[in-house]
């Protein structure tokens, strides 16, 4: 349940920081650099994918079974 929870608050987290990016993008402001909030979001993504590799390699998720 721990991974749920964890993998959910990292999404919530991706897409605000890709709503912050949207909002500098529409604002046109030079000031701020709308690649820091994009970095962050690539890298939320990168933590999550391994995280959840590492809960399969782990056997703390299991996969679904094949539908055949």
């Known amino acids: 349940m721990a991974i ?3 993998v959910s608050g ?4 991706m897409v605000y920081n890709l709503c912050r990016a949207m909002m500098i993008m529409l604002k046109n402001d030079p000031d701020v650099p709308m690649s820091k ?3 962050r979001r690539v890298l939320v993504s990168v933590i999550i994918v391994a ?3 590492l809960a399969l390699a782990t056997g703390v ?8």
């Open 37 to 39: 909030f994009i970095g």
């Open 51 to 53: 995280l959840l590799l």
């Open 4 to 6: 749920k929870i964890i």
């Open 61 to 68: 998720i299991t996969p679904n079974r094949r539908p055949y």
């Open 10 to 13: 990292l999404l919530v987290f």
